[in-house]
């Protein structure tokens, strides 16, 4: 009955699909599906990892809902609560009045089992990568057949096809940095994964992302690993023929749009030293050094995230002020010479439809604002294209203000503290709209703490580290 009604939901989507289109298909009978053995939970034992979102759970402390990680230990799943079993909600006047009207003759046909038999195999895979990651998850857990589809390259490549919403945002606590927690802007809600593959004694900081990956930095043992937080996907990866020093920038890239086709790893240094991790042969490269047009030292801004157009990287770096960027396909260093606004402080490179962009805190006199800007390029000069609302910068007046921000497209999350007050927002740069994210509490402690670094990700049931 849990198989069935998780069929009944994919069903139901799928006739919302064809009623958007002009082609309702019928309601099927349930006496059709009571005996086929396909509907019945398979005994044999999966071979992935999977995670469940529990979007339901009421019960959780602070308004936040967990990520629910799981280990298949049996050859059964736990399944989820029928939709049966939830108490039936009061319709609305218009609802039951069109429930009494007689249907049409399209509508009171019986979909036969042999049509559902018959369904495209490519149709089902562009249903499925258009739902919520959480329901994605949820549908894995109704038979092995769904669950080897979410794992093959085909839905791979679909769901790399599908446009993709707003990121989430991984972040690290101050004073809790071993504990990551992630925020879906559009639930505006927190959740606290794990990642368990990770060594003892770590600490793991969030320097970059692509594809649905996250790159993490262990400054004490100066090891890069890469992670899918909602499978748990872990990679660590090959030490380095250098050292690394914590003052490095770190960007990614995936190519083609799809970590089937593997990704790459950039980190660079301030007297321009560099190395690039390809998964595909699993090490790093020097690609050589720098061309003589470029100055060095970069004097790079660790504070400004890394951004990445496609192949490129794009670096920003001071005296003299502009950005410095790199393609990962053909190794082709480039330099613009850009001035900054004036009274800028904490600024970061963003990116909104191909468009280069910068956010950052313009600060005169006693008053204090996040402003937006757009990098002409034909003058290679910043035009300012939007700020905070005057209401919510009022509390930043007098105030010695500090901004991290994380991510760099489509959405950014600011955190803006000092010793008075803790505030973290986001921002929309296409509908140039600012909100307030609400407060997390850890689970291990009571103290709101304040966010010391993170990094943006698109959430993806298929990347794989």
Not at 84 to 107: G, H, I, N, T, V
Request: net charge positive.
């Amino acid at each position: 009955m849990e198989c069935l009604a998780m069929l009944r939901q994919f069903i139901g989507q799928v006739q919302e699909l064809w009623e958007l289109y002009g082609f309702p298909p019928p309601p099927p009978p349930l006496h059709h599906y009571h005996h086929h053995h396909h509907l019945q939970t398979p005994q044999h034992q999966y071979q992935h990892s999977w995670c469940l979102l529990d979007l339901d759970n009421s019960s959780v402390r602070d308004g936040c809902y967990d990520l629910v990680m799981k280990e298949r230990k049996s050859g059964n799943f736990k399944m989820l609560q029928p939709l049966m079993s939830l108490p039936p909600a009061k319709k609305p006047r218009k609802e039951r009045y069109r429930d009494k009207m007689p249907e049409p003759a399209s509508l009171t046909e019986i979909m036969e089992h042999r049509i559902w038999k018959e369904f495209p195999e490519d149709l089902f895979e562009a249903v499925i990568a258009r739902l919520p990651v959480a329901t994605i998850f949820r549908f894995r857990s109704v038979c092995r057949k769904w669950n080897l589809l979410v794992d093959s390259p085909s839905f791979s490549r679909r769901y790399s096809e599908v446009p993709k919403e707003n990121p989430w945002f991984y972040t690290i606590a101050h004073e809790h940095e071993n504990t990551g927690a992630i925020f879906d802007p559009s639930t505006k809600k927190w959740q606290h994964p794990s990642i368990s593959n990770l060594p003892e004694k770590v600490i793991p900081l969030p320097v970059a992302s692509a594809g649905g990956l996250v790159c993490f930095l262990d400054i004490g043992h100066k090891n890069f690993f890469v992670c899918n937080p909602l499978t748990q996907s872990f990679k660590e990866l090959p030490a380095r023929p250098v050292s690394v020093w914590s003052r490095i920038a770190v960007g990614m890239t995936v190519n083609r749009n799809s970590t089937t086709e593997g990704y790459k790893i950039l980190w660079l240094g301030s007297d321009g030293e560099h190395e690039v991790y390809d998964s595909g042969k699993n090490s790093w490269t020097k690609p050589g050094g720098m061309p003589s047009s470029i100055k060095l030292p970069l004097f790079l801004n660790f504070r400004s995230q890394t951004l990445s157009i496609d192949s490129s990287l794009y670096f920003m770096r001071a005296d003299p002020e502009g950005i410095v960027s790199y393609d990962m396909d053909n190794g082709a260093w480039k330099q613009y010479v850009v001035p900054a606004p004036p009274h800028l402080s904490d600024h970061t490179l963003a990116e909104c439809g191909g468009k280069v962009m910068l956010v950052g805190l313009q600060t005169k006199n006693a008053a204090t604002c996040v402003c937006i800007w757009e990098l002409q390029k034909m003058t290679l000069l910043w035009k300012e294209v939007d700020r905070m609302p005057n209401f919510m910068c009022l509390e930043f007046y007098g105030k010695h203000i500090k901004m991290t921000c994380l991510g760099n497209k489509g959405v950014i999350m600011l955190s803006l503290r000092s010793r008075q007050m803790n505030r973290v927002v986001t921002y929309d740069f296409s509908r140039r709209e600012w909100e307030k994210v609400p407060p997390c509490i850890l689970p291990c402690g009571r103290k709101r703490p304040w966010i010391a670094c993170g990094t943006a990700f698109h959430p993806s049931p298929t990347a794989s580290a």
